[in-house]
């Protein structure tokens, strides 16, 4: 079964520390994962998206990593800010073409000041 | 700028009224998508449409419909309301080239009492 698992699944940190969340999946066959950025009662917004052949990508103070082989992601955050609040969703695309995705339930992060 | 709107932020409806959701992209994608979204679940393909006048199934079609009669209109119709179709409903739109990156509206939160 295609699954998407984020860890954790809530997490405080304080304004201006890193932080790193977790992403593990088993989807198959690959084609590329996402980062979404949601806050609260909005749309999600796109952060990354890497293909099976990228194994970083950066947006600004976000990261993504991607490791195939082991079929796990990571999205670190540098120098967190009040804003990054919000929920990140990983989302693995199982197909090509019509772009079958499957959704993690997301992290929800809450940066203190 | 991609930009997807939906009719409604917030929506109060009765059980069993007729409900009409919709969604307006105007970058001339041909795929869009609506989902829900509920604590603990992620997000829910509930139809797709690739082309006007075409849709497919999701993963939870049932106790709703869909309509496309233009390309830049997506609509999601609830024939009888339940208490059980509250929840936040995200509309999308992809083209077909590329990566296919998908992109959200800002979302409807519907409360059927």
């Known amino acids: 079964k295609n699954q998407v698992e984020q860890s954790p699944q809530s997490l405080i940190i304080l304004e201006g520390k890193n932080c790193t969340l977790q992403?593990?999946?088993?989807?198959?066959?690959?084609?590329?994962l996402r980062w979404y950025k949601q806050d609260t009662g909005r749309g999600p917004v796109s952060l990354t998206i890497?293909?099976?052949?990228?194994n970083t990508k950066s947006n600004g103070r976000y990261t993504a990593t991607l490791d195939a082989d082991t079929k796990q992601s990571s999205l670190h955050i540098t120098a967190s800010q009040l804003s990054d609040s919000a929920s990140y969703i990983c989302?693995?695309?199982?197909?090509?073409?019509?772009?079958?995705?499957?959704f993690g339930t997301g992290t929800r992060l809450l940066v203190s000041p | 700028d991609v930009k997807v709107t939906q009719s409604s932020r917030y929506l109060v409806k009765r059980t069993g009224e007729k409900v009409f959701l919709e969604c307006v992209q105007d970058?001339?994608?041909?795929?869009m998508f609506w989902y829900r979204q509920d604590p603990g679940l992620g997000l829910r393909l509930i139809y797709f449409?690739?082309?006007?006048?075409?849709?497919e199934k999701g993963d939870i079609p049932e106790g709703y419909s869909v309509s496309r009669e233009k390309k830049e209109r997506f609509s999601l119709i609830l024939e009888s309301a339940s208490t059980n179709q509250t929840s936040m409903y995200l509309c999308?739109?992809?083209?077909?080239?590329?990566?296919?990156?998908?992109?959200f509206g800002p979302g409807t939160r519907l409360t059927v009492t």
């Open positions: 999308a739109s992809t083209g077909t080239s590329g990566i296919h990156e998908q992109y």
């Open positions: 992403c593990n999946y088993t989807v198959s066959p690959f084609s590329n």
């Open positions: 890497m293909t099976f052949s990228e």
């Open positions: 989302v693995v695309s199982a197909e090509r073409g019509f772009q079958k995705l499957v």
């Open positions: 970058m001339d994608h041909e795929n």
């Open positions: 449409s690739y082309d006007v006048k075409m849709k």
